[in-house]
């Protein structure tokens, strides 16, 4: 007996109490908490959704495992939806909604906090700078990897990372280790947005971006703040708002560009070509372009921006992906150089690529010539998980039907 939808759920008391409980509250394991609504309260994904205000889909993946929580408005709304007791709100890291009578009869509770918030700064006490190192090693390995494999294949690796990073970021209290951890934490959301990004969960995108954005200026590197705040338009472009976008880069670029590396600003230069010219604005993308030749240095990347990969061919690959919207026959060249260039690590950069020649060799009304780039393009995105492109490629593919046929 499920119940109307809107009824509220009345999980009983004693539920709270038992050890299994107690465990899912500390643990923050929303499945292992929505598991204990169905099964002690009769509620189903649509109750609990309709309860918590929570989409019933991402009800469902908080129930599969393929979904965090990591918002404290949204713990705050499941605790009000399940109708926790304030012991139970206090387990799951929340205030207790009884203010006035903090302790009650939960001294444990609160002891249990204490003690767990201590054994927490100590632990983040032992962080040194070697430490960080590590750890920023450990999300460079997780670039690497996600260049080759896609974000699908290190999912449980980078919630990881993330969740070892925020913890010990949020309880050191050294200022100059807070910082450097605030750095790792920065790319390292960073790294998630732009996965996200590829396999179309744009609001996911958005929230790592925000996260990266506040990590990025507790850490106080101007290139780490304008890289993560200008990845964001890319969430943009790909809502179909890329004015917007093109806007964002430029007060990006017009703010630090006094402070910030040459390769960054190739990098927001191309990054505003790429706005524009899917806004269609042909003047505005070609002379960003031609700013990102003039300023990109030589070399294939700077050791202070291990984020940051971008040289002349990475550049001729975006000057062509940006000029084919224009028809220019130059940008045929651009590419080709591009891909003579690649070296075989980038799978994801590449599918886009052989997209782009895909897109090229269809408009010189030369289909067999873009069918293998197609192909090659399909294999690729399937086996990075990339929707971002495999959208591109199903496209594509039924132009190419169609000049084939």
């Known amino acids: 007996m499920h119940g109307n939808a809107f009824e509220p759920i009345q999980i009983p008391t004693w539920v709270w109490d038992r050890d299994e409980s107690r465990e899912i509250l ?24 309709t309860a918590t205000g929570i989409a019933q ?172 705040s200008a990845e964001q338009a890319y969430v943009l472009m790909d809502l179909g708002q890329p004015a917007q976008a093109t806007e964002l880069l430029q007060y990006i670029h017009a703010t630090h560009r006094d402070r910030i590396p040459n390769r960054l600003r190739t990098w927001l230069s191309a990054a505003e070509a790429e706005a524009a010219a899917i806004l269609g604005d042909e003047p505005t993308c070609r002379a960003a372009l031609d700013q990102a030749a003039a300023l990109l240095p030589d070399g294939h990347g700077d050791p202070d921006m291990p984020y940051l990969s971008l040289d002349v061919h990475h550049l001729a690959r975006w000057r062509g992906n940006c000029l084919i919207r224009f028809s220019d026959p130059d940008s045929m060249e651009d590419l080709r150089s591009a891909l003579a260039g690649m070296d075989g690590t980038y799978n994801r950069a590449e599918a886009a690529l052989r997209c782009d020649l895909g897109h090229a060799l269809l408009a010189l009304g030369d289909p067999d010539a873009a069918q293998p780039h197609i192909k090659r393009a399909h294999h690729l995105a399937t086996m990075t998980g990339s929707r971002r492109q495999r959208k591109r490629i199903d496209e594509l593919t039924r132009r190419l039907t169609h000049a084939l046929h």
């Open 57 to 228: 889909g991402r009800i469902s993946q908080h129930i599969r495992g393929q979904r965090q929580v990591t918002d404290l408005e949204v713990y705050e709304r499941i605790a009000a939806g399940l109708g926790l007791p304030d012991h139970a709100r206090m387990l799951l890291g929340l205030a207790p909604t009884d203010i006035a009578s903090p302790t009650g009869n939960h001294d444990d509770e609160y002891r249990e906090q204490t003690e767990e918030l201590t054994a927490r700064i100590e632990a983040a006490a032992a962080i040194d700078p070697m430490m960080v190192m590590i750890l920023n090693t450990d999300t460079n390995n997780l670039r690497l990897l996600d260049r080759r494999v896609g974000s699908a294949a290190i999912a449980d690796k980078m919630r990881a990372q993330i969740s070892q990073i925020e913890h010990a970021h949020h309880h050191a209290v050294r200022p100059g280790i807070r910082a450097e951890l605030a750095h790792v934490l920065a790319q390292t959301h960073s790294l998630a947005g732009w996965q996200a990004i590829n396999t179309g969960a744009l609001n996911d995108a958005w929230t790592h971006y925000e996260n990266a954005k506040a990590a990025a200026r507790e850490a106080g590197d101007p290139a780490i703040i304008a890289h993560v």
């Open 26 to 49: 500390k643990k923050r394991d929303m499945a292992g908490l929505f598991n204990l609504a169905v099964k002690y309260a009769g509620a189903s994904q649509v109750r609990i959704s």
